[in-house]
């Protein structure tokens, strides 16, 4: 079970940082992932962080923007939000597979868990 937490009203130029907190035992042999849904859109894939925390991978749309970590203590996984843009506006989505130590999927399809979603409006 995934608990996606966070979201919210923020201005353009503003940050936040939204949470996912995971239930279960085998935590440190899950890949995850951030998707999101705006309006009248299809889910897409945001960023998701492999097994090794060192094995991340963005959307051409956040890098250098938005960071994806997790702590595998408390069996979190977090995305840090910056300079936001009102384009970023959607549901976001935390979602979990478990993976081999090498990969690390980037496909809605691959992913088993999901959270409920938290909503970030970006205002301009």
């Known amino acids: 079970q995934l608990q996606a937490s966070g979201g919210g009203l923020v201005q353009a130029g503003g940050s936040l940082r939204l949470s996912c907190l995971a239930s279960?035992?085998?935590?440190?042999?899950?890949?995850l992932g951030w998707f999101r849904q705006a309006p009248g859109k299809e889910r897409e894939f945001v960023t998701a962080?492999?097994?090794?925390?060192?094995?991340?991978y963005y959307a051409d749309s956040v890098k250098g923007r938005f960071t994806i970590s997790r702590d595998n203590g408390k069996k979190m996984v977090y995305l840090q939000m910056n300079s936001l843009e009102p384009e970023d506006t959607a549901v976001y989505y935390c979602a979990a597979v478990e993976t081999i130590m090498t990969y690390t999927p980037i496909t809605e399809e691959d992913y088993r868990y999901w959270g409920q979603g938290t909503q970030v409006t970006v205002s301009s």
């Open positions: 962080i492999g097994r090794s925390s060192s094995s991340t």
């Open positions: 279960g035992r085998t935590f440190s042999r899950y890949s």
